[in-house]
């Protein structure tokens, strides 16, 4: 079994009610996000791939494109913008792109993450 992962950034802003940081989070303020995607498999025999990584690529750049120096509370679809709902509105976006196991976004300059393991049955 193999564990493929590809990452991209993207910049956005957010404003966030209701957290012990107070004013400082509800005012409108951005951050720099890294998300990594992994999906598992077994390498086709005839391609030697688990996954067709300009596939995922493609697939990736949708949702990036979406997100990207966006005001993250303007995208209804997300819910509050935090790391628990970024990392799963990705995971929902992409589950078509192969067996995702994980999808995590980090906030580095805060130095925080959030790993998204899917619906659990």
């Known amino acids: 079994m193999w564990e493929l992962t590809k990452s991209f950034r993207f910049e956005a802003a957010h404003a966030l009610t209701g957290t012990t940081f107070g004013a400082d989070s509800e005012e409108i303020h951005g951050h720099s996000f890294r ?46 913008p935090t790391l628990e709902n970024l990392s799963r509105f990705i995971w929902e976006r992409l589950q078509h792109a192969g067996r995702l196991t994980r999808v995590s976004v980090h906030r580095d300059s805060c130095n925080e993450s959030c790993t998204y393991y899917g619906p659990q049955a």
């Open 35 to 80: 998300t990594e995607v992994t999906v598992r498999g077994t390498p086709d025999p005839a391609t030697g791939m688990v996954v067709d990584l300009g596939l995922l690529e493609h697939s990736m750049e949708e949702v990036r494109r979406t997100l990207d120096h966006k005001l993250l509370n303007k995208i209804t679809t997300l819910g509050p």
